[in-house]
């Protein structure tokens, strides 16, 4: 049964962030926004600490939550359409995530586009997990995760860690992720009404953003048509009723045809990446929950 406060936040956001993203014109205006809903909005819990670093060229933000039990590293690719987010947008439902595992994650601030368009977002985050290694950090004990976007470029990564040879993680999961910009799945069109959070109508602005010219069948764009070849057990979420459930399902299928161990939860009545109200919502807490409890599993 959805609590009552699921109900209240996506009446919210559909009746006000949906708008707003849907006549929001500037990119500064949208980041700028999403900030600031962060600072206003999202719970950190008691002890969480952020400190900000660099891997190699690229900034950082170091996240740990109570003491550092294991020698685990969550690596955490925020999401925001490649064209907004930052690691302080995120920290926060990082934080619940490492006082669950008793780990220290790092969230990378990869570029975003229109500034950078592709590839400049895979390019960052593979330069951070290559710097990791280099600082003597146990890729073994790795794992990664995302949402949204930065769901899309956690599979992104996993193929690129195949193709180049690299070590893989012990784990994936990836929130509401973004795989397919060909936009294949009916969900995109049938689900623009039940979507509290995202504006299809929107999509293909996003999408030049981001693409600059590059093919949205790309395996390297869209990760539901890469290869991932002994690929570590994947987690992903995805609300019912959100425009991108059908590339959830997609990608599903692209990694069980490989031979993946992948789990998929639908969340009845959640919207795009409900996590982020963690501390208000309780199906944010079970659904971080559920992602904690399937890193414990595969350690």
């Not at 170091?62 to 020698?71: E, F, L, R, T």
């Not at 790795?142 to 012990?170: C, M, N, T, W, Y």
């Not at 570590?232 to 692209?254: F, G, K």
């Amino acid at each position: 049964m959805m609590s009552w406060q699921l109900r209240g936040f996506s009446w919210f956001s559909r009746h006000f962030v949906k708008r707003w993203l849907s006549s929001v014109k500037e990119v500064p205006d949208l980041r700028e926004g999403f900030e600031r809903h962060a600072r206003r909005s999202h719970i950190s819990p008691p002890l969480a600490d952020y400190r900000n670093g660099h891997l190699g060229k690229a900034p950082v933000k170091w996240v740990s939550c109570g003491p550092v039990q294991n020698s685990d590293t969550l690596i955490y690719i925020h999401g925001g359409g490649y064209v907004a987010g930052s690691p302080d947008t995120h920290q926060h439902l990082v934080a619940y995530l490492c006082r669950q595992l008793g780990s220290e994650a790092v969230l990378p601030a990869y570029r975003l586009a229109p500034e950078h368009p592709f590839p400049a977002a895979i390019e960052d985050i593979i330069a951070c997990y290559r710097s990791l290694i280099a600082q003597g950090r146990d890729p073994a004990r790795f794992i990664i995760g995302g949402d949204s976007a930065g769901g899309g470029l956690v599979f992104s990564l996993l193929a690129r860690l195949a193709k180049e040879g690299l070590p893989k993680p012990i784990c994936a999961f990836a929130l509401c992720p973004v795989v397919d910009f060909t936009h294949a799945g009916a969900s995109i069109k049938s689900h623009a009404e039940s979507e509290a959070v995202l504006v299809s109508t929107r999509i293909a602005e996003m999408d030049q953003m981001y693409l600059n010219g590059a093919d949205p069948a790309d395996p390297a764009v869209s990760p539901v048509f890469a290869d991932f070849p002994d690929c570590p057990p994947v987690l992903i979420h995805v609300a019912d009723q959100e425009i991108l459930r059908d590339d959830t399902l997609a990608m599903q299928t692209r990694l069980l045809d490989q031979g993946a161990d992948v789990l998929v939860r639908s969340w009845s009545g959640g919207f795009h990446v409900w996590h982020m109200m963690v501390g208000y919502i309780p199906e944010a807490r079970a659904a971080l929950k559920d992602v904690a409890e399937f890193i414990k599993a595969q350690r």
